[in-house]
């Protein structure tokens, strides 16, 4: 049985997938969790978490743009550019590895 609270939104000509999962943060408000898998290795490349609100995400070029707030305190919405291919992301003028993104805003 398929989890309803999970979706996924292939990317690039579906070399990439991202993952969105709505998770109830407080009674009554949900969460949308995000992460990214590069489909040609089957693994994540930016690991799913559900403490970030993923509010909308749009394929430019060869970067994903996305808008996201933070949980538990919520009330900023951030915007970056995540480059999959090669595994960085950009905020404010400065590019970070991928897997250093969670750690970046979670002190927000």
Do not use: C
């Not at 943060?25 to 969790?33: A, C, E, I, L, N």
């Not at 089957?42 to 430019?60: A, C, M």
């Not at 595994?87 to 993104?101: A, D, R, Y």
């Amino acid at each position: 049985m398929e989890n309803p609270f999970i979706a996924e939104h292939t990317l690039f000509n579906e070399r990439f997938t991202l993952i969105t999962e709505d998770n109830e943060f407080r009674m009554s408000h949900w969460v949308k969790g995000f992460g990214i898998i590069d489909n040609e290795i089957g693994k994540y490349i930016l690991d799913l978490n559900t403490s970030f609100h993923l509010v909308k995400f749009e394929e430019q070029g060869q970067v994903i743009k996305i808008s996201f707030k933070v949980y538990p305190e919520g009330s900023a919405i951030y915007q970056a550019e995540i480059d999959p291919f090669k595994q960085e992301f950009l905020f404010n003028g400065t590019t970070g590895k991928l897997g250093e993104f969670w750690d970046t805003f979670a002190d927000k």
